[in-house]
């Protein structure tokens, strides 16, 4: 076998020493919406609680911190890991997988709601028009019109609506100029497909539920599908194929006893905790 040079041991023993004597981790986090609202929801959970669970019960104590990532260029999470200022990530399906695959990382928490009193584990992907425009009833009818969609590394808010269109023979690369992207501003896309701004929106089922309940008999949901999870039927009434929800990715850097009383802190929390009720994890 090849020799390990003296130069790569001595610096994976300055890593690892390193990370030993670190005071302050560093957790990203994506949801749909702005910085500003992630931040107000997962401070709480990620900040509050994993400080006084996890931080102050270390000698000597540590810090959780909270920053957004991926809401623009400057905040790109692949950037932050390359640059070593990630500790963790908490995000949608797609990209932890990226990130495992890409960086070796590994998920210790995986996200679980409920929806309409259902407990869920997953998302849907729907895509939808104003109900009352009614030329519009079937995927077929899409041809041509203005179609918005999310963040391309999120399966719900874009790589099944680009998967369900694309059997129909609309495809959102090759027809470019019919689709008006909205990155992670689920809300904004949802107010222009109520206003009329675009004629239909490719979202999460599961944030549709959670944020616009009330307004869900203003949709139509095309195409729809009715799937069971767990043996349930899906919360959200029509939904294409489901996903796994968020999780909670950490670098191969952090000490495995971190990671370890990090994923039992957050299997602690009860549904009526106040990090839970902020974050809407019931």
């Not at 996200?111 to 309409?116: E, L």
């Not at 767990?230 to 294409?240: I, Q, R």
Request: hydrophobic fraction near 40%; aromatic fraction near 8%.
């Amino acid at each position: 076998a090849p020799a390990l040079s003296l130069s790569r041991v001595i610096t994976a023993l300055a890593i690892c020493s390193c990370h030993a004597q670190k005071r302050n981790y560093t957790i990203g986090a994506w949801i749909p919406g702005t910085p500003e609202t992630m931040l107000s929801s997962l401070r709480p959970l990620f900040e509050e609680f994993l400080n006084q669970e996890v931080g102050e019960t270390q000698t000597p104590s540590i810090r959780f911190q909270l920053v957004p990532v991926d809401y623009s260029a400057n905040t790109s999470s692949h950037s932050l890991i390359s640059q070593g200022n990630l500790d963790f990530l908490y995000t949608v399906a797609g990209k932890v997988s990226c990130t495992i695959v890409e960086n070796g990382w590994a998920v210790i928490s995986t996200r679980r709601v409920r929806i309409n009193g259902l407990e869920s584990g997953a998302d849907g992907s729907v895509v939808y028009a104003l109900k009352s425009n009614m030329e519009i009833q079937n995927v077929s009818d899409l041809e041509g019109r203005r179609i918005g969609v999310g963040y391309i590394l999120d399966a719900t808010s874009y790589q099944l609506g680009y998967q369900l269109l694309a059997e129909n023979m609309i495809h959102i690369l090759e027809d470019a100029e019919q689709f008006v992207l909205y990155g992670t501003d689920f809300e904004r896309q949802f107010q222009d497909v109520l206003s009329g701004r675009i004629d239909a929106g490719v979202a999460s089922s599961t944030w549709l539920a959670e944020m616009h309940a009330g307004e869900l008999d203003r949709i139509r949901v095309i195409q729809p599908l009715e799937p069971w999870y767990e043996g349930e039927p899906f919360p959200f009434p029509t939904s294409t194929p489901l996903v796994p929800q968020s999780g909670l990715a950490v670098s191969p850097l952090i000490p495995w006893q971190l990671k370890h009383e990090v994923a039992r802190a957050l299997q602690r929390v009860t549904a009526d905790h106040p990090a839970a009720v902020a974050a809407k994890i019931e």
